[in-house]
């Protein structure tokens, strides 16, 4: 850890932002930035701080005695696009918006348990259940406006495609990759308009007062909920994959979760596809020449189930 002043900058945050102008500038304005906020808000600090990759997390107290967190990071696109989501749940299956500064991307959250994921819970069944029934609350909602959309989203990937294949150097995955494209071109006149979290897995369900768990970090967008379903088919791969049975509990939580959800299974297989397809295209422009063996797993226990 090192030090500005009386603000603790976790290494984790010092990496991600050390190596440009604008980080270093945004880290050194943390100080005077979480000064501000307190003030602003009234809030007493309550701990140590804490971070991801992206943001710093300060636990505070309100002046009612409501335990809270400040979380402060560059304001960019995906952040007003969560500030945009949080309001729009409001609290209703993900961590409460107290209060917020779009110009700064600073947020001041409800308090969750942040020693204590979703991934806690040993039996997979029971994971899988609690986190289907947040989705379901949170897809349950119309997107407002001003999000990214899915059609736009498939568009840009299928555009991708043909410059992406011969990067692969397998032969079965570049037909993998041919697959998934066409799936997804037949899905992209009808993305849908719910709201998504796009990024709920285990690690981003929390243990919470108010209700026993809450979602957190959406990156919201508006689509088909089945293009929500990929990251909680990921969660905790490297155990599923330890079991040898991983096409069979791939396709039991998307069993799972697209009974919950009340979605036609061929229409959120394929928009899962559309989740690998954008992954591995990610993957491709990082330079990797092959397609990751989790997300073929999973396309194969959907393909063929």
């Known amino acids: 850890m090192s030090t500005v002043e009386n603000v603790d900058i976790p290494d984790a945050l010092t990496a991600s932002y050390g190596r440009s102008d604008t980080g270093r500038a945004w880290l050194a304005g943390l100080p005077a930035q979480v000064a501000r906020f307190l003030e602003r808000w009234e809030l007493r600090r309550d701990g140590a701080a804490a971070s991801g990759m992206a943001s710093l997390v300060l636990p505070v107290v309100r002046t009612d005695g409501t335990r809270a967190v400040l979380r402060l990071q560059p304001p960019t696109e995906e952040t007003d696009a969560a500030l945009i989501g949080l309001r729009t749940w409001n609290g209703d299956g993900a961590v409460r ?40 609350r949170l897809v349950s909602v119309p997107a407002p406006a001003g999000l990214r959309g899915l059609g736009d989203i498939a568009a840009g990937l299928l555009e991708q495609v043909p410059t992406a ?11 993998h990759l041919r697959t998934w494209a066409s799936v997804v071109a037949d899905l992209a006149d009808e993305p849908g308009d719910r709201l998504l979290h796009w990024d709920l897995h285990y690690d981003n369900v ?14 919201p967008l508006a689509g088909d909920p089945g293009f929500d379903l990929w990251p909680a088919l990921d969660s905790r791969w490297e155990e599923i994959a330890a079991t040898g049975a991983a096409h069979r509990v791939v396709r039991r939580r998307f069993d799972l979760l697209t009974d919950a959800l009340g979605l036609d299974r061929e229409r959120a297989a394929g928009w899962t596809l559309g989740r690998l397809l954008q992954n591995s295209l990610w993957d491709i422009e990082d330079g990797a020449t092959s397609l990751a063996p989790s997300q073929v797993t999973v396309a194969e226990a959907l393909l063929h189930r």
């Open 165 to 175: 294949v011969p990067a692969l150097s397998d032969p079965v995955d570049r037909q």
């Open 97 to 136: 918006l107290l209060g917020d500064d779009r110009a700064s991307g600073v947020m001041l959250l409800e308090r969750l348990d942040g020693s204590r994921t979703l991934a806690s819970v040993a039996d997979d069944d029971t994971a899988m259940s609690v986190l289907a029934g947040l989705l379901r």
């Open 206 to 219: 929390l243990a919470g007062e108010r209700e026993p768990w809450l979602a957190i970090d959406p990156e």
